[in-house]
């Protein structure tokens, strides 16, 4: 069964410090997110991304973050200067058809993301 | 703005006890409402979609039912392997393809 997949699966990183995760989606699949969850705390949605450009962003997705597709299997989310409350589970997820009836998300696993 | 607040927090259950889980939501304009299983340190594992008031989707011991302002997840003889937070999220209003979760329901049935 096609998945969503996830690297790298733990990330530890000092304060400042760039980190890029990277996410390869369903392959028959449009549309692309990335979603957050602090411990303890809702899964929250930050971006999602539909022909190569950002369709939608969260008030969290500020300046510091950015997202590519890269080629045509990866998607990935760049952070550029990291603070500790960006320490979070990272999850990407995918769905087929955008904006219409069926919205099925598939989450991929995750990426702990640890900020020192 | 929309919101999703699903009860009980933590649900503790006897093998076989069957119980309910509920999501309540305020959205604008229901497009779609998701139940999806999370185990611990895993990603959302994708259950059901209910798209109208009155529709219902079963899947082994799950069922889902979906109202004009609430979800229900039912769990008929549930076995210690159903043991996982469950989240609700909807897809609300128009341009927007961003789900909401809501904070989940920890569920786990001892043998």
């Known amino acids: 069964e096609p998945e969503v997949t996830q690297t790298p699966s733990h990330q530890v990183t000092q304060m400042g410090q760039e980190v890029i995760l990277r996410c390869v989606p369903i392959s028959n699949h449009l549309y692309f997110y990335w979603y957050r969850q602090i411990l303890g705390q809702k899964v929250e949605f930050l971006v999602s991304?539909?022909?190569?450009?950002?369709?939608?962003k969260s008030e969290i997705f500020d300046d510091q973050f950015s997202v590519e597709r890269p080629d045509g299997s990866n998607f990935t989310l760049k952070i550029r200067s990291t603070k500790l409350e960006d320490s979070a589970m990272y999850f990407c997820?995918?769905?087929?058809?955008?904006?219409?009836?069926?919205?099925?998300?598939?989450f991929g696993p995750g990426t702990r993301l640890t900020v020192l | 703005e929309d919101q999703v607040t699903q009860s009980p927090e933590a649900l503790r259950l006897q093998e076989g006890e069957s119980s309910s889980l509920n999501c309540s939501y305020t959205v604008s304009g229901l497009r779609g409402l998701f139940w999806y299983r999370q185990d611990p340190g895993k990603g959302p594992e994708f259950l059901f979609t209910l798209y109208s008031a009155g529709e219902e989707k079963e899947k082994e011991r799950l069922k889902a039912t979906l109202t004009k302002k609430e979800s229900f997840l039912h769990i008929t003889a549930p076995k210690p392997e159903d043991s996982a937070t469950y989240l609700c999220?909807?897809?609300?209003?128009?341009?927007?393809?961003?789900?909401?979760f809501g904070t989940g329901t920890r569920l786990q049935v001892f043998p």
């Open positions: 991304f539909y022909n190569n450009e950002i369709s939608e």
């Open positions: 997820a995918s769905s087929e058809v955008p904006r219409r009836r069926y919205n099925e998300q598939f």
């Open positions: 999220a909807v897809w609300g209003s128009y341009n927007t393809d961003k789900l909401i």
